[in-house]
């Protein structure tokens, strides 16, 4: 009997570890072909049956792109916004998330509940007025109008919140009887202990920031301030797109946040299962 459970722990164990795996490789398929077309010659990349494997690999094909077009100062123009705008977040959302989980002021629930109706609105509905805004403000072809409208996320306070919640309020009670201020607690006491929370909403608003598209197509005219998401669709014509050209900048695009997640990815998962994040 015991045997005969271990065989039916090791088969659930099996086919869940192959379900995931599956799932791994399916998901990683449109990266792989990303990164098989960015090595073909054009000629190759257009030919039918498509071919995976490409013969001869052509590696010129990531330095040709730095000459065509200005992708450094993409590259350049995405990490400074990205880094930032997750700057930002970090700060406002901790507060504004701090505020409405342990301060009492009026109208406290009211803010709250319309801070949580800013997740419903998509950013397609707000454009026409941010862009009248923005142009009003003098905030249009400069950084500011890349960071300002995306400093504060409503996800954000809502995640910190949650995460200064889960904290036992004897921690500041301490504190005050100690003579500790209110942003005292704040800074030396609640945030050093939501730490994961912090990590993985710096996590999500870079990977945001960076992927971001529609922002700085509203509000950057000028070349030299697009970011790469802006920049990658110059190499797409009304009638001709160079394939090779255009997966070698989105494998170039996509390497940096790759990375960021690999190194975060302990503290991702960690901050949402703190959170209760689903």
Do not use: C
């Not at 990683?28 to 030919?47: E, H, I, R, Y």
């Not at 700085?216 to 802006?230: G, K, Q």
């Not at 991702?268 to 959170?275: E, K, L, N, P, S």
Request: aromatic letters at 14%; a positive charge; hydrophobic letters at 55%.
């Amino acid at each position: 009997m015991i045997q005969r459970r271990r065989a039916t722990r090791w088969i659930s164990r099996g086919l869940y570890l192959a379900i995931l795996t599956g799932g791994a490789l399916l998901m990683f398929v449109p990266f792989a072909w990303s990164l098989s077309t960015s090595l073909k010659g054009l000629s190759q990349a257009m030919t039918y049956p498509p071919v995976w494997w490409p013969h001869p690999f052509q590696l010129s094909n990531y330095t040709k792109i730095w000459h065509i077009v200005p992708i450094g100062q993409w590259f350049i123009n995405s990490v400074l916004v990205a880094s930032a705008v997750t700057a930002a977040n970090l700060i406002f959302d901790s507060l504004g998330g701090y505020a409405l989980a342990r301060v009492k002021f009026p109208g406290k629930r009211f803010w709250y509940m319309g801070i949580v109706a800013m997740l419903m609105i998509p950013f397609q509905a707000v454009m026409l007025p941010l862009y009248i805004v923005m142009k009003d403000l003098g905030l249009l072809n400069n950084y500011g109008g890349l960071i300002a409208p995306v400093a504060v996320s409503a996800m954000g306070i809502f995640l910190m919140r949650q995460a200064f919640l889960a904290l036992p309020s004897e921690l500041e009670d301490a504190a005050r009887i100690d003579g500790a201020g209110r942003f005292r607690m704040f800074w030396q006491l609640s945030l050093p202990l939501v730490t994961p929370t912090l990590l993985t909403l710096a996590l999500m608003i870079f990977l945001a920031s960076w992927n971001n598209f529609l922002l700085p197509l509203l509000v950057a005219n000028r070349s030299s301030l697009w970011t790469l998401p802006l920049g990658i669709v110059m190499f797409q014509q009304e009638y001709f797109v160079n394939w090779p050209y255009l997966m070698a900048a989105a494998v170039l695009a996509t390497l940096p946040i790759g990375m960021v997640f690999l190194v975060f990815q302990r503290w991702f998962i960690r901050g949402v299962a703190t959170t209760g994040l689903k």
